[in-house]
């Protein structure tokens, strides 16, 4: 097999120099506090799902708690399902999923307002070890994203799975890295209550006019 020297291929850790993959020997890294957040949602193309989730009348059940569950229970299970992931010992996992209506208050960057609303999930991980959590945070988004796609399915097939991304990550040898536009629709104070490190200054998430005390 050609060794992996050309186009940058030598510098991802998952592949040998022969271009065999591995699991990575994270053995002699630090351990840290790892801290991931990732986003999904799911998009209805009718308005019949929303009403039935916001009346919790799904036939199949309780849409929102059991998507919950689900990114819980997926997280967890992340080595499992990605061959080349470390079984880690996770200490959190918080899912939360929300209905958001037609037109209604961006939660996201990626909530553009939708004809018939949609449904928004964040997922945070974290832990203490030698590597991050952003496959589980990941994981758990998108398990609870297809949760709500199998549960509305029956009044709603052309649902669209949309915008999962990792949105904030902190700990380990690159440090903090944060979506700059999401955190400035979450605010500083989502990021005082979770205990979690502010990306740059507190002003940096606030409009010029609060910053200011103005109105627009």
Known sequence: ?????????????????TGEAHMVNVGGKANTKRVAIAFASVRFSNAKPHRLVDDNSNKKGDVLGVARIAGIMAAKRTP??????HPI???KVEVDVKLIPAGGHRSTEYDAA??????SILAQVECTGPTGVEMEALTAATSAALTVYDMCKAVDRRMQINHTTVVYKSGGKSGLHCSRKWGKIVGPQFFIERGLDL????EDFQEPEAQTGGTA
């Open 1 to 17: 097999m050609t060794p992996l020297t050309d186009h940058g291929l030598s510098q991802l850790t998952h592949l040998k120099a």
């Open 80 to 85: 499992d399902l990605i061959p080349l992931c």
């Open 89 to 91: 010992a996770i200490s």
């Open 114 to 119: 939708t004809r018939f609303g949609l449904v």
């Open 199 to 202: 990306p740059g200054s507190i």
